[in-house]
């Protein structure tokens, strides 16, 4: 399942990323050797980056029992109520992987921000090309799921909790500008290539993008 959430984002965004992300899969908290002033602020997916020698190292921590839960599942049966938190925890850290591993393969640095703002437009397009999501209604339904009344971590530091506040504010803006631009059950093409361009502008373009999309 894993795999197959790295596999589905990268032919969304048609991106050439070498690394399989199972190769860089940690599900054993022991070995990331994690002191208690990192574990309060811990959570069930996270994406270690270490930058030594002009070489960058990275790891994606998923909680062992979510994946567990998501190894016997299959993508073509769509997100049900009993996966849906799973699968998204796990698509979230596989965006950040992509994210990272893609950007800097072309010697391109990324803001906290832009990743987490990546996330969780990632959440609304893969979740919206699955089966069951493609009507209006299960659009409008996986919109509110997604960002009405956002609910964040009380233990995060401030500055983290606003930087996951503005990224869930800026995706919600844009991702229902994509709803309304481009009407579910209709042919894809222009929200594709769309999708594929915001992906590699840098910050300050996207957030243009997002603004005018909005208010246009």
């Known amino acids: ?11 969304i965004y048609d991106l050439d990323l070498a690394e399989d992300v199972r190769d ?3 599900t054993d908290r022991n070995w990331l050797g994690l002191d208690s002033d990192d ?28 994946v567990g839960r998501l190894a016997p599942l299959q993508l073509s049966a769509g997100f049900s109520s009993g ?3 799973d699968l998204l925890l796990a698509l979230e850290g596989v965006s ?3 994210y990272v591993a893609w950007n800097a ?19 609304f397009v893969t979740a919206g090309s699955l089966p069951g999501a493609d009507s209006e209604a299960a ?7 997604l960002f009405d009344a956002p609910g964040f971590d009380p233990a995060l530091a401030p500055a983290a909790r606003d930087r996951y506040a503005d990224a ?36 300050p373009a996207k957030l243009s993008h997002i603004q005018m999309a909005a208010t246009g």
């Open 1 to 11: 399942m894993i795999r197959d959430l790295q596999q589905l984002l990268l032919g």
């Open 24 to 26: 860089y899969l940690i």
């Open 39 to 66: 574990s309060r602020e811990f959570c069930g997916e996270q994406l270690f980056v270490e930058e030594r020698d002009g070489e960058l190292g990275l790891a994606l921590f998923l909680d062992p029992a979510v």
């Open 83 to 85: 996966s849906t938190a």
């Open 96 to 98: 950040h992987f992509n």
């Open 105 to 123: 393969a072309r010697d391109k640095a990324v803001t906290l921000l832009e990743l987490e703002l990546q996330a969780e437009i990632d959440k």
């Open 139 to 145: 659009r409008r339904r996986l919109l509110d799921q």
């Open 168 to 203: 869930n504010r800026l995706a919600a803006r844009y991702c229902r500008s994509l709803s309304c631009r481009y009407p579910a059950g209709r042919p894809r093409a222009g929200m594709l290539r769309e999708l594929r361009q915001f992906y590699r502008w840098p910050q």
